[in-house]
């Protein structure tokens, strides 16, 4: 097979310790990084992180990943890097993912959630890390994914300003409940959980992008899993538990709604773009997931600016159909 192996590779391995040591390619993610197993004559493993620029930027998981160490929470520990080359060498969390190994043992399901809300709550009891905020800029920017490429491979001419007009509408209120803020992985959900051992012990990957922001953030983006279906009964039983551990207040729920709606329109937007710019159909079957989440999220009042959007520019047939087909 042609691995296709970045430039500077031999060198850097060489440096690191690890130039003896046998590759494998893995599956990549929704981005240009590129993933590597490597294997010494020993069974010693690590990872490699091919982060090439311009299109990627390793510091950022650098420095999130050190941060969590240093912390107390499992993030893969860094054993040597090049960011100027994009490549980074890193502790081996195998291959047991939460999602795989849900799937074959559903029966562990309530265990394996609830070791990854106890996560959460020992992350959200720390101070914010050193990381930019989650500000309505940035939100209304991820929101903006769905009138830009949902809409018009529906071929829908919809009211752009009105839509962001509604979000500021039903965020703003949200944001000062941000402040001082936690730590926002923005991709907590079980296709980037790993299971070391334990149902109890968990790994995280995939938390370069962190921002200081709301705790219901990576909360909804655990329980509305674009990539697997949790139940509404056990969605509102890990709810319940999260909020039972952290005292939530009473506007907590309406926050997790605003939150959830917010990310799941993002999300559709960004699973026709991976289709439309980078070939990628194969997130097209998430969609109708990911839509039944935003149609719940909507109902809550505190959504009433958005779900009146969307009932004057998304026609009902598209949104009974769970967004739609597509002509891929």
Not at 66 to 82: M, Q
Request: hydrophobic residues 45%; negative net charge; charged residues 25%.
């Amino acid at each position: 097979m042609e691995l296709n192996l970045p430039a500077g590779l031999d060198a850097f391995l060489a440096n690191a310790g690890w130039g003896d040591a046998a590759i494998e390619p893995l599956a990549g993610d929704a981005s240009f990084r590129r993933y590597f197993r490597l294997r010494r004559d020993s069974g010693q493993t690590a990872m490699l992180m091919d982060a090439p620029p311009p299109n990627e930027d390793p510091q950022p998981f650098l420095r999130a990943a050190r941060w969590l160490d240093a912390n107390g929470l499992r993030a893969p520990r860094v054993l040597a890097d090049d960011a100027g080359r994009g490549l980074v060498l890193l502790e081996d969390f195998g291959e047991v993912r939460m999602r795989e190994y849900l799937d074959e043992w559903p029966a562990d399901e309530r265990e394996v959630y609830t070791a990854a809300i106890d996560a959460l709550v020992e992350l959200h009891r720390l101070p914010a890390g050193p990381f930019l905020d989650y500000s309505m800029q940035e939100y209304q920017r991820e929101a903006k994914l769905f009138v830009d490429w949902y809409c018009p491979a529906q071929n829908l001419y919809v009211d752009g300003p009105g839509y962001a007009a509604a979000w500021e509408q039903v965020l703003a209120p949200m944001l000062p409940r941000q402040r001082p803020g936690v730590t926002v992985l923005r991709d907590y959900h079980a296709e980037n959980i790993m299971l070391l051992g334990s149902l109890r012990a968990q790994g995280l990957l995939d938390f370069q992008d962190a921002l200081v922001g709301h705790p219901a953030y990576d909360l909804v983006s655990l329980l509305q899993d674009a990539r697997r279906d949790v139940s509404p009964e056990l969605e509102a039983e890990m709810f319940d538990y999260y909020a039972g551990k952290t005292g939530a207040g009473d506007d907590f729920l309406a926050d997790y709604a605003r939150l959830g709606a917010q990310r799941n329109a993002k999300i559709v937007g960004i699973f026709v773009r991976l289709w439309k710019r980078d070939g990628k159909p194969k997130y097209l079957s998430y969609i109708p997931r990911v839509w039944q989440a935003l149609e719940r999220d909507l109902t809550h009042p505190a959504l009433e600016p958005v779900a009146q959007w969307f009932a004057a520019n998304v026609p009902a047939a598209l949104r009974e159909a769970g967004g739609g087909s597509f002509a891929v």
